[in-house]
């Protein structure tokens, strides 16, 4: 009978050691984030990159090899110059993971698009075009 019992009591032991360790680890492994999103993430980032590569390489690829580094160099500036320029005329003001409605007005000489407004979204606020005056209109959202 005592055998018996010396076992039961390490089997319990056991069990509450291992249900013990089981929610340590859960409790520290966090949440893992949505696969999808980071997929997507990862791809746009990709994409940006190869863009990026890509233009480099056309501009640079076919220069010498011994002017190629300075070159490379350049384009490296003028592309983070022009993609800081994108925001001309708003440059400053902009708050990250904040989603803008921005419009978009035909740019100057060799420019495509340029910034006419832009309008940070607020929670509980519906936007629509106005309907008697160009730009955008607001008004609260009613809680269903």
Known sequence: MRRTTV??????????????????????????????????????AGRAQGMREGRESQEVGALAPGVRDGAKAAFDDGYKAGANDVFTGYDGGWAYSTPYLVTLARGGTGITYRFASR????????YFLCPHAPGWCEQPRVSR
């Open 7 to 44: 076992r039961v009591l390490a089997c319990l032991l056991g069990l509450g050691v291992a249900a013990g360790l089981y929610t340590l680890g859960r409790a520290s492994a966090g949440r893992h984030p949505d696969p999808k999103a980071e997929y997507a993430r990862g791809l746009d």
């Open 119 to 126: 309008t940070p979204l607020r929670a509980g606020t519906g």
